[in-house]
T-cell receptor, first 113, second 113 residues
Framework: EPEVTQTPSHQVTQMGQEVILRCVPISNHLYFYWYRQILGQKVEFLVSFYNNEISEKSEIFDDQFSVERPDGSNFTLKIRSTKLEDSAMYFC???????????FGPGTRLTVT | GEDVEQSLFLSVREGDSSVINCTYT??????LYWYKQEPGAGLQLLTYIFSNMDMKQDQRLTVLLNKKDKHLSLRIADTQTGDSAIYFCAESPPRYSSYKLIFGSGTRLLVRP
């Protein structure tokens, strides 16, 4: 299965700024996911996106977060007003041929200062 | 609650077998997974096992599943220095329609030459 790609690999931003993390390119899959991993902690589910709609979101995924698939290929995660505690690795994943498989991208390291 | 447990660290000598253990929480989880994370990289899907199986073998990897005890293990035969990484166990409880993954905290495997 082809890998998922993500950009940028590292993003540094100031607290309160908006950031957009991208998952590119995405072939014609139905399921997409965002997870994050705060340094030294577990990988946590943020949101799942199915058929161009949010299918499930975690408690972490509050109003500051949004996801889009604006042009049918890129899958984005937007954080409207970043906080220090948003600093983490953010992983995009897609479903595979079977819906039970998930393939992860290399991640974007977000540093909020 | 949901808490997938793993031991934090394992050190083995090159050529020996490694066994990484995991306990999961939801006995109805249909699929259980092992992911590998190398430094600075994303999560690589190593293997997964369907809950109606006790064992799955894939080259040097053997997965054992004990549903009664909710215990999953990953055995790596003839461990190589390139196997040094963090190994994550994950479950996908069917109550989540999005097939989201719940991860353990990861086991850091160090292979000594």
């Amino acid at each position: 299965e082809p890998e998922v790609t993500q950009t940028p690999s590292h993003q540094v931003t100031q607290m309160g700024q908006e950031v957009i993390l991208r998952c590119v390119p995405i072939s014609n899959h139905l399921y997409f996911y965002w997870y994050r991993q705060i340094l030294g902690q577990k990988v946590e589910f943020l949101v799942s996106f199915y058929n161009n709609e949010i299918s499930e979101k975690s408690e972490i995924f509050d109003d500051q977060f949004s996801v889009e698939r604006p042009d049918g290929s890129n899958f984005t995660l937007k954080i409207r007003s970043t906080k220090l505690e948003d600093s983490a690795m953010y992983f995009c994943a897609r479903g595979g041929q079977g819906t039970y498989e998930q393939y992860f991208g290399p991640g974007t390291r977000l540093t909020v200062t | 609650g949901e808490d997938v447990e793993q031991s934090l660290f394992l050190s083995v000598r090159e050529g020996d077998s490694s066994v990484i253990n995991c306990t999961y929480t939801d006995s109805s989880s249909t699929y259980l997974y092992w992911y590998k994370q190398e430094p600075g990289a994303g999560l690589q899907l190593l293997t997964y096992i369907f809950s109606n199986m006790d064992m799955k073998q894939d080259q040097r990897l053997t997965v054992l599943l004990n549903k009664k005890d909710k215990h999953l293990s990953l055995r790596i035969a003839d461990t190589q220095t390139g196997d040094s990484a963090i190994y994550f166990c994950a479950e996908s409880p069917p109550r989540y329609s999005s097939y989201k993954l719940i991860f353990g905290s990861g086991t850091r495997l160090l292979v000594r030459p």
